[in-house]
Each structure stands twice: as C-alpha cells, then as structure tokens.
C-alpha cells in the first residue's frame, strides 16, 4: 500500500510524537509498503490553530492508499481509507485548566471548530486506534467513539541490561513542568540519607532547569542530587538504568504508559510513579511492579526509600515489572499488522 | 453569450411584463432563450421559449449548458418553480421583492425541504422566526407583513448566486455582502397597459360617477394590504373637515375579504364611509380612467417588502401628485417630484400634505413626476444594467467556483458552517482577492 503517516509539526521540537512517526515510517517500508510522511503545523496563536484545522479540512490526499493519522490537526486529513492511530487529542480544548483552556482566553473558537472537527474524522475512520488506555478512555468520555488500544512500541531496539542496584534513583525524561522531576527534586529534602537522586535530561525550557536549581540550592540537597541537565546518549541512559536502585517518573496526567517506565521495566527496575500520573499506571502496579505514590514529596520520599532501603523487595518488583512490559507485547509487527488490514 | 433567462410567463405577472420589455435589448446582447413554469395562458415572448412542469434535474442540466442562468424572483407563486433552480445552480438573480418570504415558505413545503428551511431561520433569526415558518402564518395580516419584513429571507435566495440586480439603492444595501458577486441596480421600467375590453367604459362610468365634479379623487394603487397605510389615509381626511367633505379615498386593487371588511368599518368609524371605495381588481384601461380623473395618489407603505413599487412609477406616470413614506427606495424619488411624509409624523402630516395638493401648492408636481419616469424608465435601460450585471456576474463565478470547493471541503469535516473556521477563510479570501 501506498501509505501517508500524518503528524503535526511545531518547528525545531523533537518529542516522542516525532520519533514514533518516524520509527512507523521505517517499520511501513519493513513491511514492504511504500510509505511518506506528512507534517502539518498546528500554530499558537487561535487565528493559527484555526487555519491549521482548515488547511487539514481542505486537503486532497492523491496518490495514497491509506492515511493514518496520529495528532491534531494531522489526523484530520480527509481520505476515504484513514485509520487514526491517536497519539491525542488537542488537550487544551477537553482538558479543564490549567491544561484546558479557560474562559476568556480566545480560544474558544478553536475549541468549537476542534471538537467538530474531531467528531467527523473519528467517525469517518475506518478505524480508531489509541496508544494507550488514557487516550482511549478520554475519546470515548468526549467524544463517544470507542476507540481499540494499540500501544506504542519503544522507538529504538534496546539492548537492556541489568546491574546490581547502586545508591541512586534515576529521574530520566525531558525536564519540564509536565513530566514534574522538580517534585522528585523536593522529596529529596524528606529522603533518608544515603543515596542520590540522579536527574538526567534536556530542560524543555531554561525556566525549567532554573526552577530545579533554585529548589536544590534552597533545600540545601546539592550533594544529593546530581543534575544531568541536556540529552543523555541512549548508552548512558541504558547505564544509568542497569545501576539504579529505582527509576521515578512522575509526569501530570501521562497519555502513554510512558517510555521511561517501560525502559526501567525492560531494565528490571521498579517505577515510582504518582497517583495523577495517568498512563504509567499501565506498568506501575502499586507494590508490585513499583509504587505509586501520592503527589508531594513527602509521599514520593517514603516509596524511594523504600525501594532503595529494600533492595530485595525492589529486585522482585523490577523482574515483575519486566514480565508485565513483556506482556503488553509491544511489539512493531503488531502494530503494523492491525493500521495495514 | 447563450444565457438562460428563468422567467414567469404567467400573463398576470406584473413582473414577466417588466422583463419582457428589456427583452428586445437583451437579444442584442446575448443568445438568449427564455425558461418558465407552465401556465395556462402564457404571454407572447420573441425568444425561443421552454416552459417546464417541474423545477428538476432534467431542467438543471439543461440550464447548466448556458453561459449564464438568470433567475427572475419575487415573492408570488409566479416564482415558486424557480427558486429551487436558482438555489441549486447559481446565477444572476433580479430580485424584485425585499422580503421573500412567502415564497420561500411555499417552495420549502411543496418540495419537502421546510426542515432544512428552518434551521436556517433558526441560525440566521432565531428560533422564535424559526417556530413561525414551521408553522405557517399563525400571525394576523399586519403582524405576518411585519414579521416578512424581520425575516425577509432573501439571504435564503441568492445565497451563493453570482449576482444580484434590484431596483433601488436602499434595496442593494440590503442585500449587499449576501452574494458572492456585485449587486447591481436597475431602474424598474413601468409596467404596460393593455388595450380596453368592451366592458370598460361601462366599469370606469360607473365607477367615477360616484365623484362629483369639483371634488378630489385620493387614490392608491395596488393590492389592498395592511402594510399599504389606508386606514391612516382615511384618518388624514377625516381629521380635516375641509378635506372630508370634498375628499374620496379609493384603494385601486384586490383585497382580501378581511382586510377589506376592516377598511370600511374604519371609514364607517372616521364618517368616510361614503366616499370611500374599494374598487377591487381593475383593467389596465379602467385603472388609467381613474388615474386621468384622480388629483392625487398615495404609496404609504410600512413596512417596505418590495424592491421598488410598480405602483408609485405608474401614478406618478400618470402626471398626479403622489404622497409617499420618506423611507426605503420611496426616499430614493426626486424631492420635487413627490412629496414625501415622515411615516412617524402619521395622519396630520398626510392632511397638510393633502390640503397643499387641494389649494393648488403642488402645481407642476406631477408633471415632474411623469416626466421623471419618462427619462428614468424605459426597456433598454433596464436591459443595459442587466446586461452588465450579466458581465460581472461571469466575473465572480472563479470566486464563487472556489467558495463552493472550499465549503464542499470543510463540510466533509463538518466545519461548513463552524464560525471561526469560515471567518478565517472569508479573512484570507479578501485578501488573497482583494475583495475588501
């Protein structure tokens, strides 16, 4: 088949949505069809969003056999043979705030026009595909179409491994105040001494990096907590992963169950995640494949104790945790498989 | 250019008589071929004529063989096989009423579409105007003309036409920015008198012997409805003992049994009762009789539902003073050659009005009122400015080509109607088309 993969773009950012697009272009032509992608911007400003959903409204897709559709506005390309495989929604138009938008903030045009827009392509798909539980649950309380789990697979063939547990907890990911490190940061002023917090990533913006910072220096925590701040190499993420005593990823309401607590699964490591931390609970089982804790740092300073305290304990999780990412089989074929029939 | 001119033919449409004069001159202009609903008793017509039983696809794929389709449209039944194929193949359309109401509302039901018909009125006027189409005329007659006035549902009618021709400034300001091309304005030729019937003489004897010498005959011609203001015609006369006793009010044209009943209990009431009259459907020739021997007319209309009035040309052609609203296109008429009365300031203005005429102040008015038509209205003026209304029309059919595509297209998202969404585009339209 002849197939377009549409995403969105916003220029110059990279993100797992990015990464997804790409390694599905690549397993596409594995599987031996001819396969493109196409970007389309989505904007800022309301006068941008609107233009974004209508310049996807009045596309014609030539040549091409199937569309799938991974983001607004990308996925609302028409074509009689789309499938959507939805990454998400635009949250800001379904969310309450602060990830909603309020009243009075302009938006609510785009708000009108994004919903209608949604409803269309979702029924109009010859199918509705989710990349997790989250996004399901969320399209079928707003928009009332049923829509099937395919999660995503990792983006890279990793070579996991696995290392006695050192005296860290890790904290990988993007550092922004959507994935929150900054709470693991201030459980680090309620941890028992003797180990570290490692937090290893690229700040989305300097205002992030600044707000840990600061945090660390008032806490008095600097030499506690080890600051990776840019892009850790997929070996050193790899590294870090095999030695540490735990992996805690506490993003807001996660879409995904979440690559990083796939990783540290794959690595037979335990996860601590929080209760708001949406799609990681697809791997975070409480006291059995990790922790889930209450979001404040007191609560997430007692489950990184534990585990680190308890390293027997925290061993047992990480291979359960490791047997439950085997079984979410995560695997491209299957992907391909249920957006090329 | 072959164009298709979609017409009534009907001999008692006042309409087809005003087309059929520009007809001549179009021919010079155009390869034209008329289309009408079948009627009993068609008018002659010096053009290939093709007259159809139903506005269907069969005519549409006919008329979408021409370079041009223009639809001719008011609001009477004349019209109603029309409609729809100027909705569904746009064109130019001359449109010879404000509000459209009625036909409109009678097209939607024989063709089933009332649901899709209110809807619109509900998203365009609210959904009280939305629950009163949906059901038909549950107004009384003053309320259901005032009500065509609010909801003239003209936007119904040249949505997504190529063009529009009307008959007044004020008419083409209504209707301006509701299609997709110009609007133009035409001057509205006279309708014409046919010759007397045997019988004539008879009908105008008896009816002009009920006025004495020395008195004056007040006239107003035209259907006899609410909106035409003879109740307070008949308070202007009344409330002046020197106009009552020498002043006959007729209401030259059919009424309806109701309205009629109400006018003459209102005269009866004011002490009019005997000179006044209606005299119900008149001939061409009876009606220029009573024009010859009237000293004055009247076009009081509120609210204004028509393009222009046929009525008030064919009395100020007829050389006599006429008293008008000062509003809509009635504003429009040369100061010196009617005069013209705040409908606000009502009867009293109407008597000092009536009572200048009656001592002889409005001398010379009503030749400059006839000679005023004579040198604004003829067939080949009227032909010239449909003509290029015809050229401009063709003109806009790249952008209204573009706006269906793109409509067609947002539909399939359905975002045809989203506001946001069509402003952004209309925005980037103008701009891209300098249309602004």
């Known amino acids: 088949m002849k197939i377009l993969v549409a995403n969105n773009v916003a220029p110059f950012v990279r993100g797992g949505a990015e990464l997804l697009a790409d390694r599905l272009i690549l397993e596409l032509r594995k599987a031996g069809h001819e396969a493109e992608l196409l970007r389309l911007p989505l904007g800022r400003t309301p006068e941008q969003m609107l233009d974004a959903i209508t310049a996807a409204a009045l596309l014609d897709v030539v040549n091409v056999d199937r569309v799938i559709g991974l983001k607004f506005p990308a996925y609302l390309i028409p074509h009689p043979n789309t499938v959507i495989w939805l990454v998400h929604q635009l949250r800001q138009v379904y969310d309450p705030p602060p990830v909603g938008w309020g009243p009075g903030t302009g938006f609510s045009p785009v708000a009108t026009a994004a919903r209608r827009a949604d409803q269309a392509a979702f029924t109009q798909a010859r199918r509705l595909y989710a990349i997790s539980p989250m996004v399901a649950d969320r399209v079928r309380r707003t928009n009332g179409v049923n829509a099937t789990v395919l999660m995503t697979p990792p983006h890279a063939d990793q070579q996991f491994r696995t290392a006695p547990p050192e005296d860290f907890v890790v904290a990988l990911g993007r550092l922004s105040a959507g994935k929150r490190q900054l709470l693991a940061v201030q459980a680090m002023r309620h941890a028992r001494p003797g180990y570290r917090l490692v937090v290893a990533g690229a700040p989305d913006s300097p205002e992030a990096l600044a707000q840990i910072e600061r945090e660390i220096e008032a806490a008095g925590t600097g030499d506690r907590v080890e600051l990776i701040p840019r892009f850790v190499s997929e070996d050193e993420k790899l590294d870090l ?84 990412a085997v079984g979410l089989d995560l695997s491209w074929h299957r992907v391909i498989r249920e957006l090329t029939r | ?132 189409i949906a059901s038909g005329r549950d107004l009384d007659r003053a309320r259901w003309l005032q009500f065509c006035a609010e909801v003239p549902l003209d936007d119904y009618v040249i949505e997504g036409s190529l063009g529009v021709v009307v008959h007044s400034r004020w008419h083409a300001e209504r209707v301006d920015g509701r299609t997709l091309g110009s609007v133009t304005v035409a001057d509205l030729p006279v309708p014409t008198r046919s010759g007397a019937a045997i019988d004539d003489a008879a009908r105008m004897r008896e009816l002009l012997g009920a006025v004495p010498d020395g008195d004056l005959l007040l006239v107003t011609v035209g259907s006899v409805n609410p909106n035409r203001h003879i109740d307070v015609l008949l308070d202007a006369v009344a409330s002046d003992p020197s106009l009552a006793s020498r002043v006959h009010v007729w209401a030259v044209g059919l009424a309806e049994p109701g309205d009629a009943e109400d006018l003459r209990a209102h005269a009866e009431q004011v002490g009019l009762a005997d000179r006044f009259a209606i005299t119900g459907w008149v001939s061409d020739a009876v009606l220029d009789g009573i024009l010859a021997r009237a000293d004055a007319g009247a076009a009081l209309r509120n609210p204004v539902l028509e393009g222009q009035s046929a009525s008030v040309l064919t009395q100020m052609l007829a050389g006599i003073p006429v008293i008008v609203y000062d509003q809509a296109h009635y504003a429009e008429l040369p100061d010196d050659a009617v005069i013209k009365v705040a409908p606000a300031a009502g009867a009293p203005a109407i008597a000092a009005a009536l009572r200048d ?39 806009a059919r790249p952008h209204v080509t573009m706006t269906y595509r793109v409509a067609a297209r947002l539909r399939r998202l359905g975002l045809g109607d989203d506001e946001g969404i069509v402003g952004r585009v209309v925005d980037h339209t103008f701009e891209l088309y300098d249309l602004a």
């Not at chain 1, 807001?252 to 708001?276: L, N, Q």
């Not at chain 2, 001592?359 to 604004?376: I, P, S, Y």
């Not at chain 2, 209205?377 to 029309?393: L, M, P, T, V």
């Open chain 1, 241 to 324: 992963l095999s030695r540490c005593a735990a992996s805690v990823y506490l993003p807001v309401d996660e879409d995904s169950y979440g690559y990083v607590c796939y990783e540290a699964a794959m690595s037979r490591k335990p996860s601590i995640t929080a209760s708001d931390s949406g799609g990681t609970l697809t791997l975070v089982h409480h006291l059995h494949t990790g922790i889930v804790a209450a979001p404040d740092p007191e609560s997430v300073a007692r489950a990184m104790d534990d585990l680190v305290l308890h390293p027997e304990v925290a061993r047992e999780m990480g291979q359960r945790a490791e047997q439950c």
């Open chain 2, 1 to 132: 250019m072959r164009v298709a001119l979609v017409m009534p033919l009907a001999s008692a449409s006042a309409i087809a008589d005003v087309t059929l004069q520009a007809l001549p001159y179009l021919k010079r202009a155009w390869d034209l071929e008329i289309w009408c609903p079948s009627e009993v008793g068609l008018r002659d017509a010096a053009a290939p004529v093709h007259a159809y039983h139903e506005a269907d696809s069969e005519v549409l794929a006919a008329l979408e063989g021409f370079d041009l389709a223009v639809y001719v449209l008011g609001d009477s039944p004349w019209h109603g096989r029309i409609l729809p194929l100027a909705r569904a193949l746009p064109g130019l359309v001359i449109l010879h009423d404000a509000s459209l109401t009625g036909l409109v509302r009678h097209s939607a039901v024989d063709r089933n579409e009332m649901a899709g018909l209110v809807e619109h009125v509900a998203a365009m006027y609210g959904s009280w105007q939305a629950a009163v």
């Open chain 2, 357 to 395: 005429i009656a001592d002889g102040q409005h001398a010379g008015l009503g030749a400059r009122a006839r000679e005023h038509v004579l040198a604004t209205r003829s067939g080949q003026r009227y032909a010239d400015a449909i003509i290029e209304a015809g050229e401009r029309a063709l003109a």
